[in-house]
Structures are given as structure tokens and as C-alpha cells.
């Protein structure tokens, strides 16, 4: 039998007879649910994704709430999955296709592909599960478990690399049922054919899995180049004036883009980070002009958080401003109350979570015993 078919045969048999993997979006049919669950899986794993594809769903039932719903309520719903360019591109997708295509989503391989956020990956998937269309997915699941089973040493982040899976995966796919063949070859990648500790004693592919068989699975697949990963340091200064904290919108085409941050200054090295926090405050202060400060409150414990290609170090000063002082117009003024509606990066919540803002009741408490 040829090595193709037998793979793709012995895959929809698993498929049939062992795959238990639950997911709210498995054998889904509206597509507007395909669609925001490729979406929000796309850089996210499965099990982390489930939550906010339930969240979603609950907000935004159909593609016209969501399209209707304001962007920054849209990021707060989105808040702590990264990559918060998809969500930007979601919701104007959303729009496109409720406001401009009357609520019907194309039908289409190559109509699908020109939606913003939508690559081939997607679009198959979306082609496949939503209109039974037949193309093959390919993704870190795919590219893994093709070049174990088939032995491809072929740089898997190589542009001839791609093209190479690319085709194999078309080859393999079974074109009558190209939604349950995706599906299985995705869960077989997530729950046998895994990166680390793959299930081989009890993979049925394993008689002609090459890379099993010349005992060479964790050389696969193979990657033409690492990914350097680089350090930030950030001091947050949270400004209190009248029960309101200043904060600003992150513009900038870096991570965090369009969310919310408090003021702050970003170092070349650690050890300037480390330095900075109670003697930088007041020269920030002066910097900016900013004479009004009342108290130094405390400086927070440092956190960190780990993005794809960036380690992220932070700290913050909390610091109450005058009452009577002017405020700094450069940044908007926000209640405790708004603050918990607006969306931050994940490491500025972390240190909201962390009952910072509390602390400012609890000076305000010694501050009236002393009195």
C-alpha cells in the first residue's frame, strides 16, 4: 500500500476509534464559531483557548454583536491571550463581514484567505470544518507529526521547507472528508505525536513511522533557525491624584499595542532597572515636570512575563500626588472602578491583582489615625 494512503487511513481509523480529545469547537458547523475559534487558537493552546472562545461566544452569539461591540470592550474580553493584533483583526473582520457582506461569510478557500487575520492555515481549517472544502492544514501539530512519520529533514521554517509539507499534507488529505482528516491529524499531533514524551508505544502509525523506526524522534522536526530571545525592562510609576490614576494608551507598533499602561521608562540593562526605582522616581518626576508629589508610597516586588520572543521585567513605584496639584493632561484620569473595564498587558494586571491600588486605602487610613 502506498505510504500516504496508509497514513491517512491508519490516521481516520484513530480518529474513529481512540481520538476522545473534547473541545467546545469540535464538530462545530457555524462557521462564524470556526472562524473565532481559529482565531483565537491561532498562537494559543487548545486548553488555554477553551475559556475565551466560551467567553466569546457568551459576549458576541453571532458576528453582529460582535462587529457592533466596541473595540476596547472587544480587547478586554481578549485581555491576557497576547498577540492582541488578532483581536484588532477580528473585530474588524467582524465588521467587514456583518456591515459590508451582509452577515454572510464567504464560501470560498481563496475568498476567505483575503480577511484580515487570515492565513492558509486558517483558511483551510475554516474551508474544511465550515464548507467541507478539501485542503489540508498545516501547523506546528502538522509539521510534526509529517516529518516523524515520513522522515522529512527538511527545515520545517524554510520557505522550500514549507512548500515541501505543504504538498505532502495536500497528498495526504482524505478529500471526501477533509474536516475529520484535519481534525485527527491536530489531535493526533496534540495528544500522541506530541514535541516532548510522544506516545510511540501505543501509536498505531508506528510500524512504518521512519522516525521511529530508526529510533530518531526527537530529531524531528527540523528547524533551520532558533529564534533569539531578548530581555526588557520596564518601572512603571502609578500616579494617584483625588482617587483617579493616570494612565495612557500604548500606540506604538510593540508588544501591548493599543491596550493600557501606567507612565513609565523602559532600561537598556537589568542593572539600570535594578537602580532605578527609588532614585529615578523623583528625576521621572522632574522630567515631566511633575512637582506635585506627595508621597512616595512603596515600591512593588518585580514580576516578569515571558512573550514569544521576549523575557519582560517589571517593577513599579506607587506615587499620591497633591490633591490640589494640577493634573498631567497628557494622560487620562481614571477611577479604581474604570480602570477594572480598561484592557492592560497581562504584567500590569498581575500587579493590579496584586492589591496595589489597596494599598493606597490602607495609607489613606494610617494617614487619618495620624491626624
Request: aromatic share 14%; charged share 30%; proline share 2%.
Given at each position: 500500500m502506498d505510504l500516504k494512503k496508509y497514513f491517512q487511513q491508519q490516521l481516520l481509523y484513530w480518529h474513529d476509534t481512540e481520538n476522545n480529545r473534547l473541545l467546545p469547537?469540535?464538530?462545530?458547523?457555524?462557521?462564524?464559531?470556526?472562524?473565532l475559534s481559529e482565531i483565537i487558537l491561532?498562537?494559543?493552546r487548545a486548553e488555554q483557548g477553551m475559556k475565551?472562545?466560551?467567553?466569546?461566544i457568551k459576549a458576541y452569539p453571532t458576528i453582529?454583536?460582535?462587529?457592533?461591540?466596541?473595540?476596547?470592550?472587544?480587547y478586554k474580553l481578549w485581555e491576557g491571550l497576547g498577540y492582541y493584533n488578532r483581536c484588532k483583526n477580528l473585530h474588524s473582520t467582524a465588521q467587514k463581514i456583518a456591515f459590508e457582506l451582509k452577515g454572510k461569510f464567504p464560501n470560498t478557500y481563496d475568498s476567505i484567505l483575503e480577511l484580515k487575520g487570515i492565513g492558509p492555515y486558517t483558511a483551510a481549517a475554516i474551508s474544511s470544518f465550515g464548507f467541507g472544502l478539501p485542503y489540508a492544514v498545516v501547523d506546528g501539530n502538522v509539521f510534526r507529526v509529517l516529518s516523524r512519520f515520513f522522515g522529512v529533514d527538511d527545515p520545517v521554517d524554510s520557505?522550500?521547507?514549507?512548500?515541501?509539507?505543504?504538498?505532502?499534507?495536500?497528498?495526504?488529505?482524505?478529500?471526501k472528508e477533509p474536516a475529520a482528516y484535519n481534525q485527527a491529524i491536530m489531535d493526533f499531533g496534540a495528544v500522541v505525536c506530541k514535541p516532548d514524551l510522544p506516545d510511540c508505544a501505543n501509536c498505531v502509525m508506528q510500524k512504518k513511522c521512519i522516525a521511529f523506526q530508526t529510533s530518531a524522534v526527537a530529531s524531528y522536526p527540523v528547524k533551520e533557525k532558533k529564534t533569539k530571545q531578548r530581555s526588557r525592562w520596564f518601572l512603571f510609576y502609578i500616579l494617584e491624584q483625588n482617587g483617579r490614576f493616570a494612565v495612557q494608551k500604548r500606540t506604538a507598533k510593540d508588544v501591548?499595542?493599543?491596550?493600557?499602561?501606567?507612565?513609565?521608562?523602559?532600561?537598556?540593562?537589568?542593572?539600570?532597572?535594578?537602580?532605578a526605582a527609588k532614585k529615578d522616581a523623583?528625576?521621572?518626576?522632574?522630567?515631566?515636570?511633575?512637582?506635585?508629589?506627595?508621597?512616595?508610597?512603596?515600591i512593588t516586588k518585580p514580576l516578569k512575563q515571558q512573550l514569544s520572543h521576549q523575557m519582560i521585567y517589571a517593577n513599579a513605584v506607587?506615587?499620591?500626588?497633591?490633591?490640589?496639584?494640577?493634573?498631567?493632561?497628557?494622560?487620562?484620569w481614571k477611577s479604581i472602578t474604570e480602570l477594572k473595564h480598561l484592557p492592560f498587558p497581562k504584567i500590569l494586571n498581575d500587579f493590579l491583582n496584586a492589591k496595589i491600588l489597596q494599598l493606597f486605602q490602607l495609607n489613606d487610613a494610617v494617614i487619618t489615625q495620624k491626624t
Open positions: 469547537w469540535k464538530e462545530e458547523k457555524n462557521v462564524y464559531r470556526i472562524w491561532q498562537q494559543t475565551y472562545y466560551e467567553r466569546f453582529q454583536k460582535l462587529a457592533k461591540a466596541p473595540l476596547e470592550e472587544v520557505t522550500s521547507g514549507k512548500k515541501i509539507f505543504q504538498q505532502l499534507a495536500q497528498d495526504c488529505l482524505a478529500t501591548w499595542a493599543n491596550l493600557y499602561e501606567f507612565p513609565n521608562e523602559e532600561f537598556a540593562e537589568e542593572k539600570l532597572w535594578k537602580q523623583a528625576q521621572w518626576l522632574n522630567a515631566k515636570n511633575i512637582n506635585s508629589a506627595h508621597q512616595l508610597l512603596t506607587l506615587i499620591r500626588l497633591k490633591n490640589n496639584g494640577k493634573k498631567i493632561k497628557q494622560y487620562e
